[in-house]
């Protein structure tokens, strides 16, 4: 697991270099074996084409998300650990976080080998696995499920590992929320690179029947998907409306203070000012913690009709 908070041009091309080499080289692969083929003669022909272009693109786009959440995972934690003079602990962390990676390679490498058996026994395709496109389709999909496994434990875990970071060694309410919120940004571009993942799902059905029950399965697969991937996400800015309750009571106390030592302690002028400052900043905690939510909503919900809108589009135009 490679932490590097600030890389290189260099290095920053080889994050998306690997992952698109991977996607060439299973593309190639499926080609060679007749998987993919132009034009595509039968039902079997189609349900073939449609899985290898799918677990191409999806485990090229997981094997990316996950180095560029290792990469915004470094850059968060050294931001937090810069901000509370803990930076010499960034190795230990770092340690932390590899074991911990470790075990979740080994989790997918077992759940990575046991899906195709379910996929084949499932479709049917135990009996012709001495065909080379079955068994590609088989290989392949080993790595497809061992990188989504690793991907969905990767962006759930060191999202939290942060937010626990940040609650445990943060007393004052004005710098937790600040380094809540970068952990909610990053936890956010995370997420967006994981939902893009789910608007490509639909390549499994390019130019097939979906029945309106399988549309129904599918929608709350999305749901539910979302929700798994958003779900760091709800609990950081649960803790950081928890954090704003407490420093909007604070600001209202100081408010309520002013007021009562409005002609005792302070000239009018600048109580009124302070006054004024403190709601402007209360009403500006509650416009974004309100922000924050519809964001989630709309995360939550968007991708499963933009995507299938999305392709059905390019299916209509290209596939008719």
Known sequence: MKFSAYEKTNQSTSMWAYPLCLLVVLLCVHYYVGVLTWPIHGEDAQRHFNTALGTSLLTSLFWLTIRIIHKNVASTLISILVATNQL?????????????????????????????????????????????????????????????VLFLLQIFTNTFYLRRLVTRTISEPQQELVLLKSVLSMALANSVMALTGL?????????????????????????????YLLWPMVQLSRRIHQVSK????????????????????????????????????KEALMLSLKKIRRLLVVLCLAPFPISWFLFKCVEFFWWR
């Open 88 to 148: 010499s602990h960034f190795t230990l962390h770092k340690n932390r976080l590899s074991h911990q990676f470790i075990h979740h390679v080994i989790v997918a490498t077992g759940i990575g080998l046991c899906m195709p058996i379910f996929y084949m026994v499932a479709e049917n395709l135990i009996s012709r696995i001495h065909e080379p496109e079955v068994f590609i389709i088989a290989i392949t999909s080993i790595l497809f499920w061992l990188l989504f």
């Open 199 to 227: 608007a490509i799902a639909p390549v499994f059905w390019i130019n097939k029947v979906v029945p309106l029950f399988d549309l129904i399965v599918l929608f709350m697969f999305f749901i539910s998907a979302s929700m």
């Open 246 to 281: 407490i420093i909007v009571a604070d600001q209202e106390n100081e408010i309520n203070t002013l007021i009562a030592s409005k002609h005792v302690v302070l000239p009018p002028s600048v109580v009124s000012e302070r006054i004024e400052s403190l709601e402007t900043k």
